[in-house]
């Protein structure tokens, strides 16, 4: 009953507002998370200063900063989604060469599109299937509370995304994934231990990389393609693909999971403060026989 309520009597209505007054909101969020609350300030700080060691307080502090507005809003604008129109997601997200991935469309070849939580993800959900030919496909986690669990994914799903878990993961890539279907990947949290990981150096830290996504590649022989989000002005995202291999069967172990993360990083080193630097990346901890992979280029 609490999410039904939170949902209709607050979350809803706000979506109906205009993307003004709901930047005007998001100037208060900021105040309300940094200023007041600190939402998880030990851990983008700690995050932060690993990641940049030769970066001044001050150069620490500005970053946190222009974060936790950006984090403002990304969440006002994923409110706005709930209601968001098919005219206004088309506006908001430009897909600068689509080219590179129809061409495959055209081939009835499927591929695997891999980013991270960088700027506004959520509107690659919400928009990427009115811009490409294949059919996108996202692989998300379930959420615990039903309700929520089913709002949003009507709303991720209302211009044409279809959404898979990640528990069916394995039967979506074995069923149906050979249907003309651009799967996305967002590989850059922490994997649990129980997953096989490629470890390598990001951010100045020793970093576990989930291994799905170059699985998936080389067990179905997908080409593979990294997404760069970028914001072009408050609201409004570019979508820039790049080709990491088409032949994912004649690179060497790890390449795949280590080059998407070197195109990740250099946009985070870019411009810091539009990564998600909240969620705790470095939680898993190399153990003794586990090896830093080295791999430069495809074989």
């Keep these: 009953m609490m999410s039904k309520a939170l949902y209709y009597l607050v979350i809803k209505p706000l979506s109906w507002l205009p993307f003004s007054l709901l930047y005007l909101l998001s100037s208060f969020l900021y105040v309300v998370l940094y200023k007041l609350v600190g939402y998880r300030k030990k851990v983008v700080i700690r995050n932060l200063t690993a990641s940049f060691p030769d970066k001044s307080d001050a150069e620490i502090n500005q970053i946190v900063s222009r974060f936790y507005k ?6 006002v604008e994923s409110v706005k989604f709930f209601s968001i129109s098919k005219r206004q997601a088309l506006q908001r ?5 689509p080219e590179l991935i129809d061409d495959y ?3 009835g070849q499927s591929v695997i599109i891999v980013g991270g939580h960088y700027c506004n993800w959520e509107i690659i959900a919400i ?11 996202a692989l998300f986690t379930k959420l615990n509370d ?5 709002v949003m994914l009507e709303s991720r799903t209302k211009f044409g995304i279809k959404m898979v878990t990640t528990k069916d993961s394995a039967r979506y890539f074995e069923q149906e994934s050979r249907d003309n279907t651009a799967i996305i990947f ?4 922490s994997p649990t231990y129980n997953k096989n990981v490629v470890w390598t150096h990001f951010l100045n830290q020793e970093t576990a990389l989930a291994f799905g996504t170059e699985r998936y590649a ?6 593979v393609l990294y997404g760069a989000i970028q914001r072009t002005k408050r609201g409004h995202y570019s979508f820039e693909l790049s080709l990491i291999t088409d032949k994912p069967n004649e690179t060497a172990h790890g390449f795949i999971s280590i080059e998407h993360t070197r195109r ?3 946009q985070i080193l870019d411009e810091p403060s539009n990564w998600l630097w909240t969620h705790k990346r470095w939680k898993r901890t190399r153990k003794e026989g586990e090896s830093i992979t080295t791999v430069e280029k495809e074989i």
């Design 218 to 223: 080389k067990k179905y022989d997908y080409p």
């Design 186 to 189: 967002g590989a850059d949290q």
């Design 70 to 75: 950006h984090l403002s809003d990304l969440i």
């Design 146 to 150: 039903v309700f929520f669990n089913k």
């Design 264 to 266: 990740l990083e250099k």
């Design 105 to 107: 469309a055209d081939k």
């Design 93 to 97: 997200l430009h897909v600068i060469n």
């Design 127 to 137: 928009a990427l299937d009115l811009n490409i030919k294949h059919q996108s496909v």
